[in-house]
């Protein structure tokens, strides 16, 4: 498109340069805001700082944002490799991206398309209550899921991850927005539920008023240390 930079032009504007610098660029990109120029329910390209990034995104990223061109977004995101290259997927929220990022890195046999259709077919909390309630006939009428897949979700989520039990509290109360969605960002790295909640306490008892981002980061410390 005309007006708009090339990768490289823009690495060298960010001051990212060298063999390895796209690279570099897909591990910076965990948020992304600029204008939409192109909108469609499945996938966006947002102007930012002059390039034109291709974000796929699920219904209910597409319908929470009234995505329309000429929108100012802020799209929580996330880049996934795979033999055929890489690709940016996008979500309105931090919640929507930690089930994203459940199903692909949790669930055997779910992949990023998988992920997205379950998100475009019901929304966050919906799928949370099918999760604890081991729906598998509510999740198997997903477009693409099926009985199985729908009964690996539920058993690798709830009964291996522990990951009910953090939506459960967060439900009752029993643990702070901001703690649950700690918990759920240091599952979704690949900790256990038991170990993540452990971690996210010791951060809360030195800053009980410590927000999400910081108990992420405290919680990682005490992990990796």
């Known amino acids: 498109m005309d007006g708009f930079l090339s990768h490289a032009q823009f690495l060298a504007r960010i001051g990212i340069d060298g063999p390895d610098a796209l690279t570099k660029l897909h591990r910076m990109?965990?948020?992304?805001?600029?204008?939409?120029?192109?909108?469609?329910?499945?996938?966006l390209v947002v102007d930012a700082h002059g390039v034109g990034y291709e974000v796929f995104i699920p219904l209910s990223t597409f319908d929470r944002l009234h995505a329309a061109e000429g929108l100012e977004v802020d799209l929580r995101t996330h880049v996934h490799f795979s033999q055929l290259?890489?690709?940016l997927f996008g979500f309105a929220s931090e919640e929507e991206r930690d089930v994203f990022l459940l199903l692909i890195d949790r669930v055997s046999g779910v992949g990023p398309t998988m992920a997205v259709a379950v998100l475009s077919g019901m929304d966050v909390n919906q799928f949370k209550k099918c999760v604890v309630a081991g729906d598998?006939?509510?999740l198997s009428k997903l477009k693409g899921v099926g009985k199985k897949t729908a009964e690996r979700i539920v058993l690798e989520l709830k009964d291996k991850v522990g990951v009910t039990e953090t939506w459960q509290d967060a439900a009752a109360g029993q643990v702070s927005a901001s703690a649950a969605d700690a918990e759920l960002?240091?599952?979704?790295?690949?900790?256990?539920?038991?170990?993540?909640?452990?971690?996210?306490?010791?951060?809360?008892?030195?800053d009980p008023a410590a927000p999400t981002e910081a108990l992420v980061r405290g919680a990682l410390r005490t992990l990796q240390g």
């Open 85 to 87: 290259g890489q690709k």
């Open 136 to 138: 598998v006939v509510g």
């Open 185 to 206: 960002a240091l599952i979704a790295l690949g900790y256990k539920q038991v170990d993540a909640r452990k971690a996210v306490r010791k951060v809360l008892d030195a």
């Open 29 to 43: 990109i965990a948020r992304l805001r600029g204008k939409v120029i192109e909108a469609y329910p499945n996938r």
